[in-house]
């Protein structure tokens, strides 16, 4: 049988194809009298990211599998990559974003202010330089920032910035279902 004729695989009970990437994340957002409103975003880590600044940043999130629902994900990715425990509150649904590589990305906002310099980010190993046998570990997220939405719309990936424009849409009035996670 030829690929293109093989059945497609089933979704799992949760309708979760076994072969979709999925991730979730958490996006922290404070309001301040000199800036307004700011939303806190890491710059990737890894050689691959070092020395950029445009579309290097991310929403901190991380892919989960058939079986965990989005809302842990992304309290359990927000506490590997910040190195802290997501903060308490009631979190705002943003939706959904297919990305360009093919993954859906589902985020929620939550208004909490945290010192970007406490984060201690996980880590993850990979073979650098390429090819060169020599394991390396680095930092899955190598800073964070606070960014007023201008500033995190050149440095956040671009299948992530309509995450900022939603939140910037729910603060002025525009609909926001809280969603589960939330105190």
Known sequence: MSP????ARSPTLDGMSPN????????LFRTTGESGLE???????????????????????????????????ARREFGEEFGHPAPDGAWVALGESRQSGGKTVTVWALEA??????????MFT???PRGSGVQREFPEIDRFAWCTPEVAAERLVKGQRVFVDRLRDVL????????????
């Open 126 to 128: 990979m073979e650098w």
């Open 39 to 73: 939303v806190l975003i890491g710059h990737m880590g890894g050689p691959f990211w070092a020395g950029r600044e445009s579309a290097a940043w991310s929403v901190p999130k991380g892919e989960y599998g058939p079986g965990e629902e989005a809302a842990a994900a």
């Open 4 to 7: 293109a004729r093989l059945p």
């Open 172 to 183: 002025t009035g525009g609909r926001g279902a809280s969603a589960p996670g939330g105190s």
């Open 113 to 122: 202010d945290l010192d970007p310099a406490a984060a201690v980010p996980g």
């Open 20 to 27: 979709e990437r999925r991730s979730a994340g958490l996006l």
